[in-house]
Each structure stands twice: as C-alpha cells, then as structure tokens.
C-alpha cells in the first residue's frame, strides 16, 4: 500500500474541521473583518477589487433571483464550486501552495469573501451569456468555458504579482 501518512489527523487537519474550527487557525494573524481603511493605506487597488468581486456577485444574485429558478439555480453552484475549490485545494497536501492576502472580510484564515465572489461572477455571467445566444449545447460549452477563462485570467495573472 502506498505510503499516505498526509492523511495523519495528528499532522493534517481533517476535512471535517476545515469546514467548521481549525485548531491551527489559533496560531495565524486573521481576524474576520479588518479595516477597509487600513487595507487601503496599503494597496487601494486591493481594496477596490475585493469590494467590486463582491458588488458584482450581488448583482448577478439580483438577476438570477428576477429570472427564476434555474439562473438562481447556477448562480448557487457556481458560489458553491467557487468556494469548494480553493477549499478543496487547501486540503489537498499536493497542491496547498498557496495564500490569498488578509482581505477586508475574512471566512477563514485562508478564505477571503471576495474568492467566492470571483468564482461566481465569472461562472455564472459566461453560463447566462451564452445562454442568451442561443447556440447549440456543445457551442454554447465551448464558449462558457473561454468567456470564463477570459473573465478569470486577468485576475488570476494580476493577483499573481502581489
């Protein structure tokens, strides 16, 4: 059998206590609200980008809840998959390589609220948009998924630098 001691309780925090307490948690400098202030003293482009993520995704629960159950209900999954992934990622031994800065509104240590917000606003306007178009299934796929990649790349490259 292959060696698996990363999956040690005594080592790794379970699954289970990433979703509710992390005791490591009790050891990083987070709080779950910090001054939007103080945050823009240090890097205003931050700031208003977290707090744009966060508009925006508002915006996209407004129209899926005024175009009813099936927007509503791509708009749900795709904040769902948007938080699971990085949470996902950050359970994953292999793959935690990475931080996102202390935001202005905190859901762990490790996950600020804008992160869903990203997810979500690029998943669901691709998926709506392409929608409206009215092209075939597999068309409508295809370009989903470059309209998302054309949303997330900036992004993602961007943050990179900081």
Known sequence: ??????????TQPTPVAMLSYNP???????????????????????VL?????????????IHALSHGRVHLAVWVAAFTAGTANDAIFMM?????????????????PRMPLYIPCVY???????????????LSTLSSTCLTGLMGEMIYSPYDITGAKF
């Not at 059998?1 to 005594?10: E, G, N, Q, R």
């Not at 050891?27 to 240090?42: A, C, K, L, T, Y």
């Not at 980008?49 to 996209?60: P, Q």
């Not at 979500?120 to 009215?134: A, E, K, P």
């Open 24 to 46: 490591e948690w009790d050891s990083m400098p987070w709080d779950h609200w910090n001054s939007p202030i103080e945050r823009f003293m240090v890097l205003p482009s931050f």
């Open 120 to 134: 979500n606003f690029f998943m669901y306007t691709s998926t709506v948009t392409c929608w409206r178009l009215g």
């Open 92 to 108: 994953l031994p292999m793959v935690d390589n990475f931080w996102q800065s202390q935001a202005c509104i905190m859901l762990t």
């Open 49 to 61: 980008g977290e707090f744009l993520f966060i508009f925006l995704s508002l915006v996209t629960l």
């Open 1 to 10: 059998a292959p060696h698996l001691s990363y999956l040690s309780t005594a």
